[in-house]
């Protein structure tokens, strides 16, 4: 069945990196592209951005460019999101989805990143 | 980017009709999706489109959209449906998100 597998949780120090991987299965990779999406404790879906799986064309949304870094490597069926500098406020569950057109189809189950000294 | 505007919150009776909106600017352009979210787990996206629900989706759950406003109306709510609901579009800068709008069914 169609799916989208995510790394676990991590707990990062204020100022490092976080990357989180989002492998895919049961569909053609390179067919659809993939949204990251985060939540905040408590709080609501936050789009972050967007990637081409075939080619690695990328949309950021404004707040995240020059922090954010999504690449693709199709050998694996797999996305990555590199988020830099991170803050507590980073603290968050981060959700990949796979995009069709204007809509997300198939979530992956998340991965929390905890942002503490 | 534009804002997508939601009721925090409604209720519904169990059996009964609730209307959950979403009011933005881009939705003039766009269509809404519809993605509803239980406690501790993923989004599922339950409308898209103009009217289109994904497979495994009750038909209860249709969309609509009119001027600057989409729609999620939920017709003879279940006691399964209680959750958050978020709408999406895209935009200038992408895609947003709606505020969220919590369904409690009675």
């Known amino acids: 069945q169609v799916q989208l597998v995510q790394s676990g949780a991590e707990v990062k120090k204020p100022g490092a990196s976080v990357k989180v991987s989002c492998r895919a299965s049961?569909?053609?990779?390179?067919?659809?592209?993939i949204t990251w999406v985060r939540q905040a404790p408590g709080q609501g879906l936050e789009w972050m951005g967007w990637i081409n799986s075939y080619n690695g064309n990328t949309k950021y949304t404004q707040k995240f460019q020059g922090r954010v870094t999504m690449t693709t490597d199709t050998s694996t069926s797999t996305v990555y999101m590199e988020l830099r500098s991170l803050r507590s406020d980073d603290t968050a569950v981060y959700y990949c989805?796979?995009?069709?057109?204007?809509?997300?189809?198939?979530w992956g189950k998340g991965t929390t990143v905890t942002v503490s000294s | 980017s534009s804002e997508l505007t939601q009721d925090p919150a409604v209720s519904v009776a169990l059996g009964q009709t609730v209307r959950i909106t979403c009011q933005g600017d881009?939705?003039?352009?766009?269509?809404a999706s519809w993605y509803q979210q239980k406690p501790g787990q993923a989004p599922k996206l339950v409308i898209y489109?103009?009217?289109n629900r994904p497979s495994g989706i009750p038909d209860r759950f249709s969309g609509s959209s009119s001027g600057n406003t989409g729609s999620l109306t939920i017709t003879g709510a279940q006691a399964e449906d209680e959750a958050d609901y978020f709408c999406?579009?895209?935009?200038?800068?992408?895609?947003?998100f709606g505020t969220g709008t919590k369904v409690t069914v009675l």
């Open positions: 999406n579009s895209r935009d200038s800068g992408g895609y947003v």
């Open positions: 489109g103009k009217n």
């Open positions: 989805a796979r995009s069709v057109e204007d809509y997300m189809d198939v």
């Open positions: 881009s939705l003039r352009s766009y269509y």
């Open positions: 049961g569909y053609t990779f390179t067919t659809y592209g």
